[in-house]
């Protein structure tokens, strides 16, 4: 299945497109948006109010920040690399 995936994602990679959500109206998408963004300041906050963490452990708040962000697809560019 993995050749049959990779012939199908190399054969598509140069095809448009065209995604559409007919009932999804501006303010629809708007709304869902702030909401999300809502959820992750909420849960931003909750990390940095944890004071089961030692200043020391700064990194590790950073690092679940981080993650909030990715959960909600950013992936905060190169400074999470630290692989």
Known sequence: MELYQEILRHILADEKIQV????????DSTKI???????ALRKIKAILEDDSLEDSECFYRIEEIVCVFEGLG?????????G
Do not use: A, I, M, W
């Open 33 to 39: 948006v702030e909401l999300e963004c809502y959820r």
């Open 20 to 27: 559409s959500f007919p009932e999804l109206t501006d303010s």
């Open 74 to 82: 950013s992936d905060c560019g190169n400074r999470h690399d630290f």
